[in-house]
T-cell receptor, first 112, second 116 residues
């Protein structure tokens, strides 16, 4: 069965600092992996997705993620945080049963 | 592309009444739509999956008779919360996927339901 673990429910960084949000997955089949962002009182917006092509995936707003099969990880990074990046971030894996399995989410705070 | 809308964005209703939430795919045909519920500061909980023209498949523990889902067209799914009670207050989010979009789900902006 597929599952997703996001390490760190809260991450705080300074504006301009590196953002690293961790995601580890468990999957019995080659996974499709996703990162979504949610701003307060809004739905989820797709940041990027891995679908077995390039292992380094570039997304919107300067985010990227690297698929590492040996580590079963799909961590999200951004070189320089912006105040507008403050939001909730969800990692998800496609279950193969037409569903997405979500992690618990990581709240990113960006301070001046 | 791949835009999903929800209506209403917020609704307040009295206990015992029914509330209908609409989810529309604006620029693609949504062969599958999903309904989620999200509690404050929590992740999304899948309630049900609906395929156009078929009955919805509900997740374990979700009451079919309370949360009625209809997916009558390729661009519209509705969730009706019947005889709503305060414990049904929550943030409801729909998502959709369609041909050519692979496994990617595109999410609506959500509906905040408050039952008094």
């Amino acid at each position: 069965a597929q599952s997703v673990t996001q390490l760190g429910s809260h991450v705080s960084v300074s504006e301009g600092a590196l953002v690293l949000l961790r995601c580890n997955y468990s999957s019995s089949v080659p996974p499709y992996l996703f990162w979504y962002v949610q701003y307060p009182n809004q739905g989820l917006q797709l940041l990027l997705k891995y679908t077995s092509a390039a292992t380094l995936v570039k997304g919107i707003n300067g985010f990227e993620a690297e698929f590492k099969k040996s580590e079963t990880s799909f961590h999200l990074t951004k070189p320089s945080a912006h105040m507008s990046d403050a939001a909730e971030y969800f990692c998800a894996v496609a279950s193969g049963y037409n569903k997405l399995i979500f992690g618990a989410g990581t709240r990113l705070a960006v301070h001046p | 592309g791949a835009v999903v809308s929800q209506h209403p964005s917020r609704v307040i209703c009295k206990s015992g009444t029914s509330v209908k939430i609409e989810c529309r795919s604006l620029d693609f045909q949504a062969t599958t739509m999903f309904w989620y519920r999200q509690f404050p500061k929590k992740s999304l909980m899948l309630m049900a999956t609906s395929n156009e023209g078929s009955k919805a498949t509900y997740e374990q523990g979700v009451e079919k008779d309370k949360f009625l889902i209809n997916h009558a067209s390729l661009t519209l799914s509705t969730l009706t919360v019947t005889s709503a009670h305060p414990e049904d207050s929550s943030f409801y989010i729909c998502s959709a996927r369609g041909p050519g979009l692979g496994e990617t789900q595109y999410f609506g902006p959500g509906t905040r339901l408050l039952v008094l």
